[in-house]
């Protein structure tokens, strides 16, 4: 076998990853909607600081998560097991606005607690709608089959 096509194949061995323990788990959340990456972080000095209002969305969703995975009986997997998140978002209006800039906070709110490294979770915008007395962002996460 030529050099190359052994890095090749080393390279694919990277991507194998581990069978889920829990194949039919899901979750299921109901999160407010979070702040863009634009609004989560101050610089003070040339460093970079969460703002207080990132701080509280974190705690607020790590105590919905929390109550969540004890109520629903979730098992969080390995690291090696990929994940699938689903996020449904609905907007308060028609403002413009980018659900990616929402991921990083959700997910980094979501480690520890619904998986152990958001490097392992596969996101999936599933829509975006438009819910003016209930803005939110529905989350659904499952091992990937």
């Known amino acids: 076998?030529?050099?190359?096509?052994?890095?090749?194949?080393?390279?694919?061995?990277?991507?194998?990853?581990?069978?889920?323990?829990?194949?039919?788990?899901?979750?299921?959340?109901?999160?407010?909607?979070?702040?863009?990456?634009?609004?989560?972080?101050?610089?003070?000095?040339?460093?970079?600081?969460?703002?207080?209002?990132?701080?509280?969305?974190?705690n607020e969703v790590m105590q919905i998560a929390s109550i969540e995975v004890v109520k629903q009986g979730y098992k969080i997997e390995d690291e090696g097991v990929w994940l699938i998140a689903e996020l449904t978002f609905y907007f308060p209006d028609c403002r413009r606005r980018d659900c990616h800039n929402m991921h990083k906070l959700v997910m980094d709110s979501l480690e520890y607690i619904v998986f152990k490294d958001d490097r392992w979770v596969l996101i999936h915008d599933m829509y975006v709608g438009l819910d003016r007395k209930n803005p939110r962002i529905e989350v659904t996460i499952y091992p990937k089959k």
């Open 1 to 58: 076998m030529g050099r190359k096509r052994k890095k090749e194949i080393e390279e694919v061995e990277d991507l194998k990853r581990l069978e889920p323990k829990y194949p039919n788990q899901k979750i299921e959340l109901t999160l407010p909607l979070a702040l863009s990456v634009n609004h989560l972080y101050k610089f003070v000095n040339g460093k970079r600081f969460m703002t207080k209002q990132g701080q509280d969305y974190m």
